[in-house]
């Protein structure tokens, strides 16, 4: 399935009367995988929030796919049929399983069980965590943990994935797998990939940057941008600070 | 159906918190249970008091509260004697915690030769004769080791012990039988009585008794059943609307109960929702999880309360020293309403956090850290 494209026009949103984007305009064409770099608070997870239909903009427009998305009363369709999203803090439910976890949108869709089971064993092979389906999120790593979140963001078979500091929490070893495993959804599934990150090491990985500062998004060539040396291989860990941009 | 084994697996894999929320649904259940069954009890005992000698009905005063206040004139008697399909009228007048070693046993002032006395089978000596004996039940006589012959006092009158019966009627093997004048008099019912048993022609039907007898004399209240006992009896009435006072209470504490279970539940997984409705789970969809996970909650609460209920409703007749009146009566409906109530807690205590899970902006509670 081809990637989403993108259209964002004229974007303004605000807080209590705090301006967090103001007069945004991008695009993002199918299978793009993007960075969108910026501060902490700059407004990175507002404009992934608006993207996703989680909440609707004060002003401008939001295109996907020819979707209003900025007018959508009940985005309820469109996340469940379009969107995929990871999640800094990877929001696994904490009672259900790797597996009943990567389930959650196809429950939502109304997927029989069978096929449920069938693709979500599909979709943790594919993010090499088939041994761990049964495991419960609490005895899984962070690193672990952020691939079965992303098998998740899988399950709708989205167009367009939306990931919010998914290394967050990190090491440097795990912050490379999963971009890799995201460069790979991207030349896998097609689909179109916006990522916003911290992380220098993502710039590696993407087509291209976009950069949030003071409410405003601009262009930032991924070539302008000194790559980092490439990380240190091992097992997952959460303990380290993330190399900032 | 996924949603519930869903909602059924999130509850296994939390113990603690599914007991904790369930033993609030158990307390309100237990408590409904308990005043249902002590309720029961009261209706039951007072179906047995009315069964008094075989009697088909028993006529009472209209709005009497309590078979010791109801009057009715003696003149009365004679009328019911004259009335079509009725085959023999007599007066009692009762007599309520008179007997003072045996405060909850009835003293009964009857003709000694009506009908009522008639099947009274007695184990030793015989049917009191005059107004200074009394002839007493053989559960009162085994309670107070009482023997022919003996004293027992009645309204500080001491009356001999003439003879000592068995009826196979708790409330009348526990209690005595006096003079019907000497109870007039000890009540103050001169050319009165309290109630008038009525024993029908055989070739009429109980209901055409009662409504005969309701289209001649309309100022009586005409008891012929169990449902309606309760209305003339004293611990009939006040229990059963205490029973329904109190139930309703409990209902209410237990659906609040339930609510503010639930609410803190949602509140505590509010991420959990969001997390839902950002990966395409319709707003109903939420409000059906939780809802779910109400009713299976209470479903639990509920059977755990009906043990306790059971229990409690001995306790609660022990405490209050009414085991001389009513003995708790759990019916398979009592449980039945119990369980129903117990769902219907589940729902109307899960509406409101439902309702709050399915409205949660994903996008704010997901940005929090």
């Known amino acids: 399935m081809p990637g989403s494209r993108v259209e964002v026009e004229r974007l303004t949103h605000a807080f209590d009367g705090n301006v967090v984007l103001r007069d945004v305009s991008f695009s993002i064409e199918p299978g793009e995988l993007v960075a969108l770099t910026g501060p902490s608070g700059s407004g990175k997870t507002t404009l992934l929030q608006l993207l996703g239909g989680l909440d609707r903009p004060t002003a401008g427009r939001i295109m996907v796919d020819g979707i209003p998305v900025h007018a959508l009363r009940h ?12 999640f800094q803090l990877h929001h696994l439910l904490p009672a259900l399983t790797a597996q009943e976890n990567v389930q959650l949108p196809m429950v939502a869709a109304h997927v029989p069980r069978r096929e449920r089971d069938l693709r979500a064993h599909e979709l943790l092979d594919e993010v090499d965590l088939s041994g761990r389906a049964r495991s419960l999120p609490s005895s899984l790593s962070g690193g672990e943990r952020q691939r079965v979140a992303i098998a998740r963001a899988l399950a709708g078979q989205p167009r367009l994935i939306l990931a919010d500091e998914p290394t967050g929490s990190l090491d440097a070893a795990a912050t490379e797998r999963i971009w890799q495993l995201l460069a790979a959804v991207r030349e896998r599934h097609g689909s179109t990939i916006l990522v916003a990150s911290h992380d220098a090491s993502l710039l590696r990985h993407v087509d291209r940057s976009l950069a949030i500062r003071g409410g405003a998004v601009c262009e930032q060539p991924a070539s302008n941008l000194a790559p980092p040396p490439p990380p240190a291989t091992g097992p997952d860990h959460h303990d380290r600070a993330p190399a900032e941009l | 159906m996924t949603a519930l084994l869903q909602s059924f697996e999130s509850l296994e894999r ?11 649904t158990a307390l309100g259940i237990a408590t409904i249970v308990a005043l249902l069954a002590v309720a029961g009890g009261a209706q039951a005992s007072a179906t047995k008091f009315l069964s008094l000698g075989g009697s ?19 003149a009365l008697v004679s009328e019911l004697r004259r009335t079509r399909g009725v085959q023999a009228a007599t007066p009692l007048v009762l007599l309520v915690g008179e007997i003072h070693r045996s405060p909850g046993a009835i003293a009964f002032g009857a003709y000694p030769d009506s009908f009522v006395t008639d099947r009274y089978v007695f184990l030793q000596g015989h049917m009191l004769t005059g107004d200074r004996q009394v002839a007493v039940g053989s559960g009162l006589a085994a309670q107070l080791h009482l023997h022919v012959g003996d004293t027992l006092s009645i309204a500080h009158r001491e009356l001999s012990v003439s003879g000592i019966y068995h009826m196979g009627v708790p409330e009348q093997d526990d209690g005595a039988v006096i003079a019907f004048g000497l109870a007039q008099a000890l009540a103050g019912k001169q050319g009165e009585a309290t109630t008038i048993a009525v024993s029908l022609a055989p070739t009429v039907s109980r209901s055409q008794g009662v409504e005969t007898i309701r289209r001649r004399f309309p100022g009586l209240l005409i008891l012929g059943d169990g449902v309606s006992a309760p209305r003339a009896g004293v611990s009939g009435v006040l229990l059963s609307r205490l029973a329904l006072v109190l139930a309703v209470i409990a209902l209410v504490i237990g659906g609040v109960g339930v609510m503010n279970t639930m609410l803190m539940a949602v509140t505590e997984r509010r991420t959990e929702f969001a997390l839902l409705a950002a990966v395409g789970w319709s707003g109903p969809q939420i409000a059906l999880r939780v809802m779910a996970e109400g009713v299976l909650t209470s479903l639990i609460g509920a059977a755990l309360g009906l043990l306790l209920g059971v229990i409690g409703a001995q306790l609660l007749v022990g405490l209050l020293g009414a085991g001389e009146y009513v003995a708790p009566n759990v019916t398979a409906w009592d449980l039945g309403r119990a369980l129903l109530v117990g769902v219907l807690l589940g729902v109307l205590g899960g509406m409101y956090p439902a309702w709050r899970a399915a409205r949660l902006s994903p996008a704010k509670v997901l940005a929090e850290r």
């Open chain 1, 75 to 86: 985005a309820t369709r469109y996340r469940r049929e379009v969107v995929g999203f990871v």
């Open chain 2, 14 to 24: 939390r113990p603690l918190r599914t007991f904790l929320t369930a033993l609030g």
């Open chain 2, 56 to 74: 088909d009905l028993g006529l009472f005063q209209r709005d009497a509260a309590d078979p010791t206040t109801s009057v009715l004139p003696l």
